[in-house]
């Protein structure tokens, strides 16, 4: 199969690369002259583990290949997949679909033959048909079948996810645009992945569900972290406990700072605008929103009041800035919401990230930029982890407490064992696990 990438972000470069380690030729295409030429000399414009290794294997077996013009690829393309941003729409929260249909005019006026012609970037139900409408509208000549086909990969596992997804869905209408489709997921064959095949709405429905429903339960388990923390419960059992049950199950049952990211904030928001469109509001979902928001706001106060009440003139020091480990992404990260809040209540944040320090800078004013988690902790009168980079867990107390001006911390993401830290004389607080009360 051809295969052309629009869009050669997050999901473009990993779709692109795991095609052509399929077998495809694959070219990725961006329309960011700067993002193209680092890739041309071999340079990735992600952290995104295993892909650079990735990226390069295929250049070199002349599978893969960057460039900004899309006309010459998608001219000889059998399939084109639109993998370009969807963020959220200034002022209402709707996905902003300006990128998505301009991709979808320029693919049209250089579509040569039967192409399919992919949407892979996560688009509200509705879009696949406008993209249809543009193409035809653009070139009434064409011949082209439009598909949905979601993608599923979480940042920091992109490659693990699409080598080996739990399923892959497909909105597909026509036996043709169907073959192709299988065509190009076809080695996925030997591993017996699922593949669903349906209609475009329902692939497009498919992904909003399906993101609502993790950063639900992500919610769910966060508001049963507060209840713990008032009644002398572990969250961390509760979440066993619970989670051992097949109908629930265990993942995303890790109580945390709310959740942020590229796609859960902007994707909860979007559906549930849609919902309201058409007259079936997702009560649920905007409640998610709703308490996720505050839950962010919330967290700095939570540093605040651990603080004794006040955080004025103390520094603090922040481990992990990125909305999760093994990404650089800070798109709508709880950093973005806690350290503005910690600075504009008079603390002086000195902040250290393994991968996101470059993002970060512009994103945050005024904060000092550690080289390392030790030099974060160096002269803190309190530590607050943010994000829960394996690194973190590998760290010495002991070492930490040396540095340390007060041996203070706040552990949004509970990587430390509490008996320990406060073992070690830490006034250590974290979520979810209250303080053993004294019988
Ligand atoms: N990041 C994730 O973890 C993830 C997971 C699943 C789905 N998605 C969805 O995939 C889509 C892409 O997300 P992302 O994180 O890769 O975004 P991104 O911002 O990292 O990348 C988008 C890229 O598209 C390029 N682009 C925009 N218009 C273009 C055009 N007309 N021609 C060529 N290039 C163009 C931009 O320059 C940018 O490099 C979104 O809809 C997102 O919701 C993302």
């Known amino acids: 199969m051809r295969i052309v990438m629009v869009g050669s972000g997050y999901v473009g470069l990993v779709s692109g690369a795991c095609f052509a380690q399929f077998g495809h030729d694959v070219i990725c295409v961006d329309k960011d002259p700067e993002k193209i030429s680092r890739l041309c000399q071999g340079k990735i414009p992600i952290y995104e583990p295993g892909l650079d290794r990735m990226l390069a294997d295929n250049v070199r077996a002349g599978r893969l290949s960057f460039g900004t013009d899309l006309g010459d690829a998608v001219a ?3 399939a084109v997949f639109i993998a370009v ?15 998505v249909y301009a991709a979808a005019a320029e693919i049209a006026s250089a579509l040569r033959g039967y192409t399919v012609v992919v949407t892979k970037s996560t688009v509200p139900v509705g879009t696949g ?26 940042e920091g596992a992109a490659i693990e996810d699409f080598m080996k997804p739990d399923r892959v869905v497909i909105g597909v209408e026509s036996t043709r645009a169907r073959d192709v489709m299988a065509a190009v997921y076809r080695p996925l064959n030997l591993i017996q992945t699922p593949m669903v095949f349906t209609n475009i709405e329902t692939a497009e429905v498919t992904k ?17 972290a507060d ?30 700072p709310g959740f942020g990211g590229s796609c859960f904030p902007k994707d909860t928001l979007a559906l549930a605008y849609t919902a309201r469109e058409v007259n079936a509001p997702q009560t649920i979902v905007e409640q998610v929103i709703e308490v996720n928001n505050a839950r962010k706001k919330r967290m700095a106060k939570k540093v605040i009041d651990f603080c004794g009440g006040s955080v004025t003139g103390l520094t603090i020091g922040v481990l992990g800035l990125t909305f999760k480990p093994n990404t650089d992404d800070m798109r709508d990260a709880p950093s973005l919401d806690i350290v503005p809040a910690l600075q504009a209540a008079g603390a002086k944040i000195v902040a250290f990230d393994p991968e996101g320090m470059t993002e970060a800078a512009r994103m945050l004013e005024d904060v000092a930029f550690a080289k390392t988690a030790y030099d974060a902790a160096n002269g803190a009168d309190v530590l607050v982890v943010i994000t829960e980079w394996h690194e973190f867990r590998g760290l010495d107390p002991r070492r930490l407490k040396q540095a340390m001006r007060q041996p203070r911390i706040v552990d949004l993401r509970n990587i430390f064992n509490p008996d320990e830290m406060r073992g070690l004389g830490f006034v250590y607080e974290c979520i979810g696990r209250p303080a053993p009360r004294p019988y």
Do not use: Q, W
């Open 76 to 78: 000889a393309a059998d």
């Open 208 to 224: 909003y569900a399906g993101n609502a429903f993790l950063a639900t339960k992500i919610t769910f388990i966060n508001e049963v």
């Open 227 to 256: 209840l713990c923390e008032k009644v002398g419960a572990d969250v961390h059992d509760v979440a066993r406990g619970i989670g051992l049950d097949g109908r629930i199950g265990r993942k995303f049952l890790h109580p945390g």
């Open 129 to 154: 048909r406008e993209v249809a409408r543009i193409i035809r509208e653009t070139r009434p000549s064409a011949e082209f079948d439009v598909v949905s086909n979601p993608e599923f990969l979480r």
């Open 85 to 99: 941003g969807t963020p959220a729409r200034r002022g209402d929260g709707h996905a902003d679909l300006t990128y």
